[in-house]
């Protein structure tokens, strides 16, 4: 027996479970036909013996291409000039007057040229005049000649003198120089031969090379050849004489070297 105040809640209770079991028959239900199985498809096929023959398909004609036609280019028309106008002008021609002719009267006047008359001498005054220009040769022939004054002599022996003291100066300051510029000469570097070189050197007023010293002459080895130039820039200011005269022949100098020589 249900009591009174059990009825509302049995009804939920009976809706709910009617509710539940509707939920279950639809899920059964769509868990079955959830998969539909499709028919299987039967195709009809025909058996031929032999193949048909393919009839051949002509090609379609190519369209032919109309040249396109020319275009004649009209030549643009030329404007004529247009005349000038023609203007009537009357020229009244003066009528041209014949030069006068100047008739030149020529004058002869032949001048006969007055005979030179020339006097001719005689032969005997020929033959004298050449006898006495024999005469005065010969005479000037056997004259002395003039002796040289003794001033004159006195210079020379004082050039004589001057060339020779020059010449001992040049020497004197020659060896100087290549004294001088052995001291700085390292011998060994040369070897043990006897080398001998010669070198252009240009001197200043001061004593000092201008440029470097030109190598004209060597039988020796490179390194030698260097030591020595080496030797003359060292060397500097070199002894050169104050004299402007003996000086001048001091500009350009042509020195000899033998370094393994005392």
């Known amino acids: 027996m249900i009591r009174k105040h059990e009825k509302p809640i049995a009804l939920r209770a009976g ?20 998969k539909s199985v499709q028919p299987m498809q039967i195709a009809t096929v025909e058996l031929w013996d032999h193949l048909p023959s393919h009839p051949i398909v002509t090609p379609a004609p ?24 023609k203007v009537d ?6 009528p041209v007057k014949p030069e006068p002719k100047v008739e030149i009267k020529k004058k002869e006047i032949e001048k006969k040229p007055e005979p030179l008359k020339v006097e001719k001498k005689s032969d005997e005054d020929l033959k004298k005049l050449q006898e006495s220009l024999l005469k005065e040769d010969t005479q000037l022939n056997k004259q002395d000649k003039p002796k040289s004054s003794p001033a004159a002599e006195v210079k ?21 120089i290549t004294a001088q ?7 060994q570097v040369c070897g043990n031969g006897k080398p001998e070189l010669q070198f252009v050197i240009s001197l200043m007023p001061t004593g000092y090379l201008i440029g470097k010293p030109k190598l004209s002459v060597s039988n020796a080895t490179a390194a030698c050849n260097e030591a020595v130039e080496r030797a003359i820039l060292e060397s500097q200011p070199l002894p050169v004489p ?16 033998r370094p393994n020589e005392e």
Do not use: C
Request: aromatic share 8%; glycine share 4%; no cysteine.
């Open 15 to 34: 809706i709910m479970t009617m509710l539940v079991h509707g939920i279950l028959l639809l899920l059964l239900f769509f868990s079955i036909h959830w």
């Open 89 to 94: 002008i009357q020229v009244k021609k003066n």
């Open 242 to 257: 104050k004299q402007a005269d003996l000086f001048s022949q001091f500009r350009e100098l042509k020195l000899k070297f």
């Open 62 to 85: 190519e369209p032919e291409v109309k040249p396109e036609p020319k275009v004649e280019v009209k030549p643009e028309p030329q404007v004529e000039p247009e005349p000038p106008a």
């Open 181 to 187: 510029i052995k001291q700085h000469v390292n011998p």
């Open 156 to 176: 020379s022996n004082v050039a004589v003198q001057g060339s020779t003291t020059d010449t001992s100066e040049m020497a004197k300051y020659i060896g100087l």
